[in-house]
């Protein structure tokens, strides 16, 4: 299925994100996850693809993949990198996504890693829209955003316009970075619009619910913290149960708000964690139903 045809009969779509077992880690885990998590409903699960990876890492996106269609029956998106891939490895990868019936791949670039020189037949995400959409046209296209600016771009209305690049080159949905200050996205959706954006953007949600999180996904991520958000952190931090709780009902608030202002999805990062799924999901389900009723 094609989730942009979603969005013609849905104003919010909710969705997951997961990633591959870590290099060594056991495989049945994710499968155990994936098996607990099969009652929420998602309109899709996105699977992420390591920039860095060895190939059999990354076949292990189209596998999960190809496990959530045929054995969940739910919509896979297969996250797919360009900056160490070169054309050769892109069509193989694509063949393989045709061949396990998977037709939604999120299209990036992929962090550029010191140690690393990129490949140069892709420099960015819309180098390879472009080229998916001149192989192989059938794929339906995502892609990511930044509410608070991509690291790397040199002012908000810049990153924009190489957005609309994006969008021009076949990416017909967007999916944001993790943020905490819905003002930043609400800011960063009013000046899409008004620079001519026209495709649904879905906010990507990630509870912080534990103590490793604070340091490394807060610190790395650039995002933002609201004056709550780091009450939360300085009051729970060394009460691990407390934390969890209060990172979950952050991140429900923060839906519900953005629900109410008419956000077109939700996308939830897991971190593979069936907990937080499952607690999100059943917190907002009933409000996401009756928004799409109304439609
Ligand atoms: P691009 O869209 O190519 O943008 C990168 C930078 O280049 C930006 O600063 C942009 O403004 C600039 N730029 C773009 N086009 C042009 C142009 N034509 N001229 C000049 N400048 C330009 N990483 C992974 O490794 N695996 C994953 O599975 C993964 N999943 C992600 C999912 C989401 C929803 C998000 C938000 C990010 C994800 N990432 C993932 C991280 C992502 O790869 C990095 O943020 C990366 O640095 C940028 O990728 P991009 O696709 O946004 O790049």
Redesign the pocket.
Known sequence: MNIAELFDHKKTLFSL?I?PPKKDSPYNVIYNSLLKMRGIPADFI???????GSRAQQDK?IEIASLILQTYHTEPVA?????NADRQQVLETLQQLTDNHVENI???????AADSPPKTDF??????AAFIKAHQPGFNL?????PE??????SME??I???K??IDNGITH?????FFDNQKFYAFRDRAEEAGVRVPIQA?IMPITNHKQIERTVALSGASVPAKLRRIFDRYSNNEKALFDAGIHYAIEQIMDLIANDVRGI?LYTMNNVEIATRVSDAIQNIITAENNNL
């Open positions: 994100e990633f996105s699977v992420t693809y390591g920039a860095g996106t996250h797919l990198t360009c900056v999120m299209v990036l670039r992929g962090d550029i420099k960015y995400a819309s180098d390879l995502l892609g990511a955003c930044y600016k991509h690291y790397q771009a040199g810049k990153d316009e190489n957005l690049i994006k967007l999916i944001t970075q993790l990507g996308h």
